[in-house]
């Protein structure tokens, strides 16, 4: 009984979403669908419409968002996006009223999440960097990995509410772990990436079927959420986004920023940088990143 009137409590909160792109959209139709009350703005109005029909309530700013809010979420495109959302005269931090739980699930600057707790604090706020993985598959399932960074209160009261868009939430530590966490992912993703790809056009180039060689390198020690993903997909050809390529050049240049700042050797990290930008400029910007298989073809004729 205790828990079924937790969970009640928790649902009469007003949370507050902030950006509903592909992703935003699907984790706020999520919160939506297990009852939550959810109000809504975007800079584009009509990506909100679906939502709208939902029952979702449409706000016409940010701070008359904040201002009726309990949780708010943000889930904006850059760190950019999130520094004027949060720091703005008319953004979250002025007109937040006092105990509202602020969670930022844009994959951010680690130094930027720091900040914004800095901040938060100083207000009587709380505030979680909670960055994801997963892609729009993820999002739109409910199975997201959510890393985050923040006080434990902050996180203990989150919880409830994340557990509607994913199933892996990982408590990391302080402000800004959450953030480091994401960047240590996607590093290590975009430098499996590219092993995959190579693995690939080498087994074509001897003549091998590539798929074969993927099914035996699956259960071996190579194997990788990315090679089940993704590879048969690349053989394929198909390159619809489920993550974009522009938005991991800026992950993996947010992912330098952080090892430069912190005197850390990222070799690979530049390598991946450099062949993603270079697939950007050949027109690929807008298709998933597993495109990154088209620049090895061309460079391997």
């Known amino acids: 009984m205790k828990g079924l009137i937790k969970i009640v409590k928790e649902k009469n909160k007003i949370i507050g979403f902030i950006g509903t792109g592909v992703m935003g959209n699907a984790m706020a139709k999520n919160l939506l669908k297990i009852g939550y009350s959810v109000i809504v703005y975007t800079r584009t109005k009509e990506k909100a419409e679906n939502l709208l029909n939902l029952g979702a ?12 809010s309990d949780v708010i979420i943000s889930m904006v495109g850059s760190p950019k996006d999130v520094e004027e959302v949060y720091f703005s005269d008319s953004g979250i931090l002025e007109n937040a009223k006092q105990g509202t739980l602020l969670i930022d699930m844009t994959t951010s600057k680690p130094s930027l999440a720091k900040r914004i707790f800095q901040a938060a604090h100083s207000k009587k706020l709380l505030t979680l960097d909670a960055p ?5 598959n993820g999002a739109k399932q409910g199975t997201l990995s959510i890393m985050t960074g923040g006080t434990e209160e902050a996180y203990k ?22 953030q480091f966490t994401k960047m240590c992912n996607q590093m290590a993703m975009a430098n499996n990436m590219m092993g995959v790809c190579e693995a690939i056009i080498l ?5 091998m079927d590539p798929k074969s060689v993927i099914d035996t390198m699956s259960v071996g020690t190579s194997n990788s959420w990315v090679m089940g993903n993704l590879a048969y997909k690349m053989i394929e050809g198909d390159f619809t986004p489920g993550f974009y390529v522009k938005h991991l050049i800026k992950d993996l240049t947010i992912a330098l920023e952080s090892a430069q700042e912190l005197n850390v ?12 930008k270079e697939l950007e400029g050949m027109g690929e910007g807008d298709n998933g990143t597993r495109a990154l298989i088209k620049l090895y073809k061309i460079k391997s004729k």
């Open 57 to 68: 309530i449409w706000k016409n700013s940010i701070q008359e968002l904040v201002s009726t």
């Open 132 to 136: 994801v993985s997963g892609g729009e």
């Open 157 to 178: 009261q989150s919880l409830p509410i994340l557990e509607a868009m994913g199933k892996n939430i990982i408590y990391k530590g302080k402000a800004g772990s959450g």
């Open 203 to 207: 087994a074509e180039k001897s003549g």
């Open 265 to 276: 050797a990222a070799p690979g990290l530049e390598l991946c940088l450099r062949l993603f």
